[in-house]
């Protein structure tokens, strides 16, 4: 795509006219300046396609990209040809442009953006354009871009009281101990003495009655973990809720406690990794969106 800027028009306008002028008066150095022109208009044409082929236009967004909350994304300008540097580039996305003044050949550069997503779920990343006046301003040159990628946006998490937010598969630290060995609880057996066994746990009245050092063998205590149960939380205001939940999950998380949720239907297990994070922040933002939701 072209579109003729208003320089553009003028030069081409004189063009005419001292064409016309050319063709009336039959003078050679009009002639000359007429030809002088169209070569202009001609290098013109071919360099500023050449400047916008071989340009792609790349967008990294944050991990984390919550609803209503600005997010800084890198829009990066790649530069594939092996020769030609790239002059005066504009991206154009979401209805903003970003400016590349240059590239240099098989070169990649990168400018932010702070951009600001107004409802949660999925969102189509969308076309992008790459622009570019080089390299007289007399017309811009456009190349649309399409692209098929998504992105979650997940609820703007908000601190608020959900009452009844926990259910009752909750369990604090010391509620149950767990019949797996560790330093933490009920002794399980008196069983011989490991090199690497702390000193603490070795069984001294054992070892005196057998004459081998001998060592306490005590189970653990099962880690405290959260069960949320959304399906069952008021939904008066969905959305509320859902921002709720999701300042709940990431504060529990960042505290290092595992957490788990029913949704939909389904139960994931309490986990405190990443991934739990990112899988139960997903459910949330396309609750009510997706095929899976209550």
């Not at 030069?11 to 169209?38: D, K, P, R, W």
């Not at 340009?55 to 609803?67: D, G, S, Y």
């Not at 505290?255 to 949720?261: A, L, Q, R, Y």
């Amino acid at each position: 795509m072209i579109k003729i800027n208003k320089a553009g028009y003028l030069y081409i306008l004189l063009t005419i006219l001292i064409g016309f002028s050319a063709v009336n008066t039959a003078n050679n150095l009009v002639y000359i300046i007429t030809s002088g022109l169209l070569s202009y208009m001609l290098v013109s044409g071919f360099f500023g396609r050449a400047n916008i082929r071989g340009i792609e236009a790349q967008l990294e967004f944050p991990e984390e990209t919550f609803a209503g909350i600005d997010t800084p994304v890198m829009v990066k300008l790649v530069n594939r040809r092996k020769r030609m540097p790239a002059f005066l580039i504009g991206i154009e996305l979401y209805g903003r442009e970003v400016f590349f003044p240059f590239a240099e050949p098989m070169s990649s550069t990168g400018r932010h953006i702070t951009m600001r997503f107004d409802r949660r779920g999925l969102h189509p990343v969308g076309a992008h354009t790459v622009k570019s006046t080089f390299p007289f301003n007399f017309f811009t040159r456009y190349r649309r871009v399409s692209s098929e990628e998504t992105l979650v946006v997940y609820p703007k998490p908000v601190r608020c009281g959900v009452h009844g937010i926990y259910d009752s598969r909750s369990r604090t630290l010391g509620d149950r101990p767990s019949d797996a060995s560790g330093y933490d609880s009920d002794l399980i057996s008196i069983r011989d003495y490991v090199p690497g066994d702390h000193p603490r746990y070795i069984s001294w009245k054992s070892t005196a009655k057998t004459g081998v050092l001998m060592t306490k063998e005590l189970s653990t205590i099962e880690l405290r973990h959260l069960m949320i149960d959304f399906d069952q939380l008021p939904k008066k205001d969905l959305e509320c809720t859902i921002s709720c939940v999701a300042h709940t999950v990431l504060r529990v998380i960042r505290s290092g406690t595992p957490v788990g949720m029913t949704i939909g239907g389904r139960t994931y297990p309490p986990d405190n990794s990443s991934a739990q994070k990112t899988l139960l922040l997903t459910r949330l933002a396309l609750y009510g969106q997706d095929q899976d939701a209550a």
